[in-house]
């Protein structure tokens, strides 16, 4: 389940992935995230989204690769895509600033949904990976929110060798913004959220809305080029 929290002083509210044992994303996460962004996008009371995640396995191990197990291979697929476009595309398009706090690793959905925020705080001790490729799976989508945050040379590396990368790694690579002890993520996300409060929010979504204004259109595209 996702559980939400907005603190009423600052206006941060944060979005808490707690799904025993490693976060697997479902229709009914994916269904809470969105109406989460929904609220999030609507309410102006609403300054800032933190990303996070409960337990000590995982930030988040992808898409729940058993929900769907009665369904046709295909048709599974087409479905998990779906949900997931949606939900990378809630996380672009909105107008507040989204941090993730990455304390655990990041696998597949879970990497892509963190690439979405527009800042990453990321555990030394996590790593990230998508491992499609060696499950026979292609990810134009991987490779496209990919982009977003890595170097060329890393998301080869992600997509097409399935190779792991750790904290170091990442944050050469340019996916995380800064890497802390596991213990202090959330803090430094929120001290990262403080220099927002000086910028208006009308200026921030206007700046977003022109540094992602291609991003849905090319998410999209991935999903075209395998369907």
């Avoid at 269904?31 to 962004?37: C, Y």
């Avoid at 697929?77 to 941090?99: H, M, T």
Wanted: aromatic letters at 6%; proline letters at 5%.
């Amino acid at each position: 389940m996702l559980h939400t929290y907005l603190d009423d002083d600052t206006g941060i509210l944060t979005l808490t992935l707690s799904r025993a044992p490693v976060n697997a994303l479902n229709e009914a996460i994916y269904d809470q995230l969105h109406h989460a962004f929904i609220t999030a996008q609507k309410d102006p009371s609403v300054r800032a989204v933190v990303l996070a995640a409960d337990g000590q396995k995982a930030f988040c191990a992808g898409a729940d690769v058993k929900e769907y197990a009665d369904l046709a291979h295909k048709e599974a697929e087409a479905k998990q895509l779906r949900f997931l476009l949606r939900c990378l595309i809630d996380v672009v398009n909105c107008p507040k600033p989204v941090i993730a706090a990455v304390h655990a690793p990041a696998i597949g959905a879970g990497l892509m949904l963190a690439c979405a925020c527009d800042e990453i705080v990321l555990s030394q001790s996590a790593w990230v990976s998508l491992p499609e490729s060696k499950l026979n799976l292609p990810t134009p989508i991987g490779a496209a929110i990919a982009a977003r945050r890595f170097e060329p040379r890393a998301i080869q590396a992600l997509v097409q060798r399935a190779e792991r990368l750790n904290a170091e790694q990442c944050l050469a690579a340019g996916f995380a913004d800064q890497i802390v002890p596991q213990d202090e993520v959330m803090a430094v996300v929120q001290q990262r959220l403080t220099v927002y409060a000086d910028i208006h929010s009308d200026v921030y979504a206007v700046n977003k809305r022109w540094l992602n204004r291609d991003v849905p259109g090319i998410l999209q595209a991935s999903c075209d080029h395998v369907s």
